[in-house]
């Protein structure tokens, strides 16, 4: 996946989400999200995490975190890997992308955020997701635009 990042971007809010690291390209951290598109919902979704401080670990991690958005080319490619390796319902393949930044862990979650909601829902469903298969499954290359 290749990400283009402006040097401004407009902060769309702040959500709280339950994030899969996938890769990591520098202080860059790919990752997937579960996202509750409708009640009970569970939508696949990429997500841009900026980890300045290598705080996320290759484990599920709750996040709280301040949300933009970026442009991205090869998403449908890279969600069907990952349709491959995990079960995968619906899925979210546009050129844009949420960027998170200005993050914390949380060590406890607001379960009414549609971030959080979605996976506890993949989790009903589908039993808590193997992170061994999807590390390093996908390449992330970010371009940052001066």
Known sequence: MNVKIKPVVNILG???LIILPITRNR??????????????????RLVLVLDKYNEIM??????????AV??????KEDMDKLSKIIH?????????IPFYFDIEILKDVDTSQ??????INYVYAYGNPDLSKIL????LNVEEIR
């Open 70 to 75: 970026v442009e991205v080319s090869a998403i």
């Open 88 to 96: 995968i319902d619906n899925r979210s393949v546009t050129d844009r």
């Open 114 to 119: 549609r971030g959080v909601r979605g996976f």
């Open 136 to 139: 390093n499954s996908l390449q």
């Open 27 to 44: 202080e860059y951290l790919l990752s997937l999200n579960f996202y509750e598109d409708v009640p009970g919902g569970r939508m696949a």
């Open 14 to 16: 702040v959500e709280e």
């Open 58 to 67: 290759n484990d599920i991690t709750a996040i709280k975190g301040k949300k």
